[in-house]
C-alpha cells in the first residue's frame, strides 16, 4: 500500500523544521534532530547519519524502533561510532561518492551489476529486516557532500513496512541540504571554539610554562570545572564558558618570580604573600575586555582562592559572596594540587584527596558544590586520566 502523502502539509513542516535547524548550535544535538525529522516526516521506523571524515564516512547517529522496544542500548553499544570507507560498494558509501539518491524497496534485492550492495551483517547480528532504505546526500554550499542521510522502512497507515514514496525524495534532499547547512554552522562554530580553548590554554601555559609538572593541571582542573557545573544542572551555556574561562585562573602567575613560584622549599611569609598576589596580577591582566568569557576568566582568577568561611585570600569574601564560578574553580584546583607531584611534594591518594575535600565542606568549600563533585567524582577520575602529565608534552597542550 502506498503512503499517503499530504504534500503540502509536508512543505509546511519542511519549513519549520528548516528553521528549527538553524537554531541548534550544539552538533550533536543536531545531528540527532535531523534524524528524527526525517523520521517523522517520512515514517521511517529507522535512520542514521553518515558524516564525512577524511576519505571515510563516519557512523555518527542511528535512530531504530524496533531495538528500542527491545529495550538495547542503541546509541552505545548496538550503534557504536565507526569510520566506513567512502567506496561506491556501500550503500552510504556511493551517494557519499556520486551525491545520487538511492530509494530502494528491499535492501536484500539489489541487481548483482550495481556497483553497491547492502551488507546484511547487522541484520544477521541483531535479529533485525531491513527492508525499504531512502538514502540523500547532504550537501553544503562550497563544500559538496558533507554525509548521508538513510532511513529505513518506511511505514504505511497499517504499520506495515513499505516502499519509500518518490514523491519523498525531493522533499528529503531539501531537508538534507538545510541540514546540511546546520552542520557545517556547527562544525564552524565548535572550530571557532576550539581555537579559542587552544589560545586560552596556551596563554595559560605560559604561566605553567616554568614548572613542566603543572602544565597538565590546566586541562584536569577546567574540566573538573565542567564536570561539577554539570552536576550541579547549570545550564549548557554556563558549562561551557567555566570550560572555557577557568583554564585562566592562575594566568596571575606571570607576574610572580621564579624565585618564589620555583622554590622547592617552604615559603617566607613576605614570598608567601608575594605568591597570593597571583590572584590579584590576574584580575588586573584580564580587565582588558568586559566580553563575557574574560569577565568570567577574570572573576575566577581573582577568587579562586577565597573560602566559604571567609579565610581565604586576596579579599576575604565568605560564602555566597564568592561567585558561584570562583567557588567551583576553588574545589576542581585544590582537589588537582593534592593529586599532583609538584617540586616541594609527591601526589596524594586519591581517597585522601576526597577526604580532605569532604573534610572541608563548609569551611573551605561551598557544600553544594562538594555534593556535585561527589556525584561527578567518576568522571572526574576518568579526566584525571586522560590528562595525566605523563601523557601530554608541552607543545601538545
Known sequence: MPQAIDVESLLVRLTEVGIALTSEQDLKKLLGQIVREARQLCQAEAGSLYLREGAGLRFVVAQNDILDRRERDVTSRVFESSLMPLSESSLAGYVGVTGNV?????????????????NRAFDLKNDYRTRSILLVPMRAPQAGVIGVLQLIN?????????????RLEGLMCSLASQ?????RNAQLTEQLKNAYRDTVIALSVAAEFRDKD??????????YCKVIAEHMSLPSAD?????????????????????ILQKPGKLTEVEYKEMQNHTLYGERILSISDAEILRISREIAATHHEKWDGTGYPRRLKGETIPLFGRIAALADVFDALCSRRCYKDPMPIEQA?????????????????EAFLRGLPDILHYKQLYADDKLELGKL
Request: glycine letters at 6%; zero cysteines; hydrophobic letters at 45%.
Open 214 to 223: 603543572t602544565a597538565a593541571h590546566i586541562h584536569r582542573m577546567s574540566h
Open 154 to 166: 518506511a511505514r504505511g497507515p497499517d504499520g506495515e513496512v513499505i516502499a519509500f514514496d518518490q
Open 354 to 370: 576526597v577526604d580532605i575535600v569532604t573534610r572541608d565542606t563548609g569551611t573551605h568549600f561551598d557544600p553544594v558544590v562538594v
Open 102 to 118: 538511492l530509494n530502494l524497496p528491499d535492501a536484500y534485492e539489489i541487481e548483482s551489476t550495481k556497483p553497491y550492495q547492502f
Open 239 to 259: 558549562v561551557e564558558i567555566v570550560l572555557f574561562a577557568s583554564p585562566m585562573h592562575d594566568v596571575g602567575k606571570l607576574g610572580v618570580p621564579d624565585a
Open 179 to 183: 541540514a546540511a547547512v546546520a552542520v
